[in-house]
Protein backbone atom coordinates (compact mmCIF):
# COMPACT_ATOMS: atom_id res chain seq x y z
CA UNK A 1 0.00 0.00 0.00
CA UNK A 2 1.34 3.30 -0.66
CA UNK A 3 0.66 6.56 1.74
CA UNK A 4 0.68 9.60 -0.39
CA UNK A 5 -0.27 13.45 0.56
CA UNK A 6 -3.94 12.71 0.22
CA UNK A 7 -4.67 10.36 2.53
CA UNK A 8 -2.72 12.00 5.25
CA UNK A 9 -4.72 14.80 5.01
CA UNK A 10 -8.06 12.49 4.96
CA UNK A 11 -6.99 10.87 7.94
CA UNK A 12 -6.00 14.52 9.76
CA UNK A 13 -9.43 15.60 8.41
CA UNK A 14 -10.82 12.58 10.38
CA UNK A 15 -9.04 13.07 13.69
CA UNK A 16 -9.44 17.33 13.58
CA UNK A 17 -5.68 17.55 13.21
CA UNK A 18 -4.40 20.67 11.59
CA UNK A 19 -1.04 19.45 9.91
CA UNK A 20 1.54 21.94 8.36
CA UNK A 21 2.75 21.12 4.87
CA UNK A 22 6.21 19.88 6.60
CA UNK A 23 4.32 17.69 9.02
CA UNK A 24 2.18 16.01 5.73
CA UNK A 25 5.83 15.49 3.94
CA UNK A 26 7.47 14.10 7.42
CA UNK A 27 4.14 11.77 8.38
CA UNK A 28 3.75 10.46 4.73
CA UNK A 29 7.20 9.31 4.65
CA UNK A 30 7.04 8.06 8.31
CA UNK A 31 3.95 6.10 7.16
CA UNK A 32 5.61 4.79 4.32
CA UNK A 33 8.27 3.18 6.29
CA UNK A 34 6.01 1.85 8.87
CA UNK A 35 4.43 -0.14 5.98
CA UNK A 36 7.62 -1.48 4.31
CA UNK A 37 8.20 -2.66 7.64
CA UNK A 38 5.24 -5.02 8.05
CA UNK A 39 5.50 -5.80 4.46
CA UNK A 40 8.79 -7.32 5.68
CA UNK A 41 6.85 -9.16 8.48
CA UNK A 42 4.44 -10.58 5.64
CA UNK A 43 7.28 -12.46 4.03
CA UNK A 44 8.39 -14.56 6.69
CA UNK A 45 7.01 -17.96 6.48
CA UNK A 46 4.06 -18.66 10.09
CA UNK A 47 2.53 -21.82 9.08
CA UNK A 48 4.24 -23.94 11.36
CA UNK A 49 3.85 -21.08 14.57
CA UNK A 50 0.86 -21.16 16.81
CA UNK A 51 -1.23 -18.22 17.57
CA UNK A 52 -0.98 -16.91 20.78
CA UNK A 53 -2.33 -14.58 23.02
CA UNK A 54 0.53 -14.13 25.15
CA UNK A 55 4.15 -14.70 25.45
CA UNK A 56 4.19 -16.77 28.35
CA UNK A 57 1.36 -19.45 29.12
CA UNK A 58 -1.08 -17.79 31.99
CA UNK A 59 -4.03 -19.29 33.70
CA UNK A 60 -6.77 -18.11 36.08
CA UNK A 61 -6.48 -18.60 39.37
CA UNK A 62 -9.33 -19.52 41.61
CA UNK A 63 -10.31 -19.51 44.73
CA UNK A 64 -13.39 -20.95 46.61
CA UNK A 65 -15.87 -18.29 48.19
CA UNK A 66 -16.03 -17.78 51.68
CA UNK A 67 -18.68 -16.10 54.00
CA UNK A 68 -16.83 -13.40 55.99
CA UNK A 69 -17.99 -11.15 58.54
CA UNK A 70 -18.21 -7.86 57.25
CA UNK A 71 -18.35 -4.32 58.90
CA UNK A 72 -20.88 -3.30 60.66
CA UNK A 73 -23.55 -1.21 58.28
CA UNK A 74 -24.50 1.47 60.80
CA UNK A 75 -20.82 2.04 61.61
CA UNK A 76 -19.94 2.46 57.81
CA UNK A 77 -23.10 4.73 57.52
CA UNK A 78 -22.48 7.09 60.35
CA UNK A 79 -20.60 9.69 57.83
CA UNK A 80 -22.97 9.45 54.93
CA UNK A 81 -24.34 13.25 53.82
CA UNK A 82 -27.73 11.10 53.43
CA UNK A 83 -28.80 7.60 53.80
CA UNK A 84 -32.26 5.60 53.36
CA UNK A 85 -33.34 1.92 54.33
CA UNK A 86 -29.80 1.04 55.11
CA UNK A 87 -27.79 2.36 52.08
CA UNK A 88 -26.81 5.66 50.91
CA UNK A 89 -28.83 7.92 49.48
CA UNK A 90 -27.57 10.20 46.53
CA UNK A 91 -29.12 12.35 43.91
CA UNK A 92 -30.46 10.63 40.66
CA UNK A 93 -28.08 10.81 37.88
CA UNK A 94 -30.47 9.41 35.05
CA UNK A 95 -34.19 11.17 33.81
Known amino acids: MKINKEMIEHVANLA ?8 KEKLTKEMENILSY ?3 LNELDTSNVN ?11 FREDQVQKSFDRDKILMNAPSKEEGCFKVPKVVE
Open 16 to 23: RLNLTEGE
Open 38 to 40: VDK
Open 51 to 61: PTAHVMPIKNV
